[in-house]
């Protein structure tokens, strides 16, 4: 018996006799009444297993026997696996029914609780999270649900959050803020404002500090205002909204400024001793045109194995940063640089990451370097660690690189020419690693990022938003520099295990088997076959992925991929890295901007400085102990999420700035996501995301294939699948809500052509092919095991649980109307407005 069938048996236990119909048994599961179809038939498998019976028209009840059994043995007692016992019940996940963690919610309510005790994440619905807000920490009593691991918030412990932004407004002598966050929206509509609006106007965007959360006794939420942020839909009013919002610590407190600014920006004397003099070394910077810090260079040269030798040297950042003192305090509240758009928040002073730790062109500078010796056929033999002081000799770019390579020295790529050599050599080792890494199953997802460019002088003007890593050879530049610095993080990995050391690894779990399962029956229907054992492995899904690749929506598809991953985090138990396929792997190379990073040189120069070699002065700190190395990894791996959520909703929001001057124009896209609620479509230029609506499909009904992933229309016929190719026409833009909605461009006389070769299909009503594969058949039904961007219950993590909206029923026909194709996406002229 499936947990699945355990819990509806829960259900129908508690419902005794009189049983208990499928809307009953959702939302006494805190489920969507979308997923009504799907409940239906495990109900009718169930049947049919003898497992439960029917016991009236559309009811549902245990088998007899089971109920007159289950009097005998437990009389007037609520079953043990039902959410409201307060009791441990066998389905408990391991551990204990008890828990703690940060819960984050969706706009309809239910959340995600990740737990402090490193197991999966639980599920909470919406009528079982109490007064919890996204991000408090919580209590939780948990059970085994429908989908795996559910729960409910016990109690609030810590609040996650302080302060709101939104809109100030008046209604008579009521003053109130509208809020920005749908979460709060939804729950509490406005929220009432104390003590007058002070310096803002009414209908500007203000920072609201919580004074009263809600609880039992008064579900309400007041706040007072503390700043005035500007007028809406400004990006910069926007993009403070986000700092703000995400609890990003922005100003410097004044001890860690005059402690940077005590700091000399020339190196010392003393700063040299116990290190090697690498200074007579041709080290090269290679960073993005824009970079203002640079903590890592390159040296290449002969090597005494017969191939080359590489050096990679890091900024030496645990030099002027010391354990424990103001700068190393606020390090560890920040975790990491955060990258926007128009902006850097920076781990350290400007001083320190900009100044004095960066390797600059042709100044002296203190670093840790790895020494990498190859022989002939290009196989690491050996490693070795000091501190250093190097000097770089020169600052390179991706884009000069990738024109070097290709014998484009023109115009100021001149002074590339001199470095011709090197930078071959070090191309050709590179590409090298890269096919031997791809050997033992690295995956590579070709996950496309969204670059904005901002103009220089004016923060309102987004010149445009772009593909990062655009060419070919820019990309081949990037891997350049990607190969020796994982070669080094792993070399510097292999340094702490063959010494037993504790550290803070950088890894990648293995992914859950269901996560595998419900992607192979995915992909099984665009004619992918995996083999979900052999998944488990690195080598196994970048088999998987070579697949993926292949088709038209390989792409989209990657996506999918990607999410039936788990995320990478930092800690101290290390069990290897499954997207790099690597053993042995932690983040070395970047201590300007990443907090372990700093804290693994410590490490290192401590162990360096027992060895009796050159440590940069190591032998000052005490080690500390493995608890302590744990707290700080979560606290990184918490700090990052909270970096890369804000990088990507600042990018979300410029993408719907640069939009609003192209409502009415049309674009060509490809269809790279299918939801229950309609189509997510992405265009190359400028390179946004946005979503057609079901409603902008047109007048008919549309039914969602969780296997095929498409929408059919039930009248015409008409088909979205994932991979198509649509033109559509910018219909709605929000940049508050980062939003942007499309509508399909297609005539009523090109809908009329659809609804007639539907016709023509007659009764059969058979679906086409799904891009690049062939559909499943199961006797015909087919059947998904578990939500995300194809229904059911949504996951942890995934795209639907920020886009979920009610689904509308239908079924039909397939066939393509003139308006959409399968196939690769041309260029295609915008039109006027319409």
Known sequence: MTSEQRTILSVLRQAKDEGSKVGGILDELGMSRKEQGRMRRLLESMVEEGLVEKVGRGTYGVPAKARKKQRRSTPNSTPRTSPRTQDKTPNAPTGGPHCEGRIRVHPAGYGFVVREDGQEDVFVPAKYRGSALDGDRVSLYTWEGFKGTEGRVEEVLDRGRAKLTGLLEKSGSSIFLTPDDPRIATDFGRVTVEGGPGDAHFGECVVLEITQYPDRVRPHLAGRVVKVLGAPDDPRTEIQKIIICADIPYELPDEVLALADGIRQELQ??????????????????????????????????????????????????????????????????????????????????????????????????????????????????????????????????????AALSGDFRGPRLKYRKWESNLRRMHDLAQTLRRRRRKRGTLELEIPEAKVILDADNPLLVRDVVRSKGTEGVKEAYQLVEEFMIAANEAVGGFFTKRGLDTVWRIHAQPKEQRVEELAEILSAFGIYVDVEEALEPIGMKRVLDQVNKLPSGPALSFLVLRSLTQAIYDTGNVGHFGLASKEYLHFTSPIRRYPDLLVHRLMKMQLHKEGKASGGGGK?????????????????????????????????????????????????????????????????????????????????????????????????????????????????????????????????????????????????????????TRSHRKGKTERKSGGKSGGRPKSGSAVNHRGVSRKKSGGKASKPKGVSSGKPGKKPRRKKR
């Open 621 to 773: 700190w005490k080690r500390p102990l493995k608890d302590e190395l744990q707290e700080l990894a979560a606290a990184c791996s918490s700090h990052e999420r909270r970096a890369v959520e804000a990088e990507r909703e600042a990018v979300a929001m410029y993408r719907a700035y640069v939009m609003r001057e192209h409502v009415g124009e049309e674009f060509e896209g490809r269809v790279t996501g299918v939801t229950h609620f309609g189509a997510f479509v992405e265009i190359d230029a400028p390179f946004v995301e946005g979503l057609v609506k079901l409603d902008a499909l047109g007048d008919d009904q549309f039914e969602f294939d969780p296997v095929l992933l498409k929408l059919s229309g039930k009248r015409t016929g008409f088909t979205v699948s994932l991979g198509d190719t649509v033109n559509v026409v910018v219909q709605n833009v929000s940049v508050a809500l980062k939003r942007i909605e499309f509508g399909l461009s297609m005539s009523e006389e090109e809908m009329e052509i659809a609804a007639s070769r539907a016709t023509k299909l007659g009764a059969r009503g058979r679906p086409r092919k799904a891009p690049g594969g």
């Open 269 to 402: 004397p003393e700063d040299v001793v116990d290190r090697i003099d690498l200074r007579d070394r041709d080290f090269l910077t290679i960073d993005p045109e824009t970079a203002r810090d640079f903590d890592d260079a390159i040296c290449i040269e002969d090597g005494p194995r017969g191939g080359p030798r590489v050096w990679v040297a890091v900024a030496d950042v645990s030099h002027y940063v010391q354990p424990g003192d103001a700068m190393d305090t606020e390090a560890q509240i920040r975790g990491v640089s955060v990258y926007l758009p128009d902006q850097v928040i920076p781990m350290l002073p400007m001083k320190i990451s900009a100044g004095i730790c960066s390797l600059n062109p042709h100044v002296d500078r203190c670093a840790m370097v790895a020494c990498l010796d190859y022989d002939a056929k290009l196989v690491l033999r050996e490693t070795s660690f000091s501190a250093a002081v190097i000097q770089s000799s020169d600052r390179l770019d991706y884009p000069g690189v990738a």
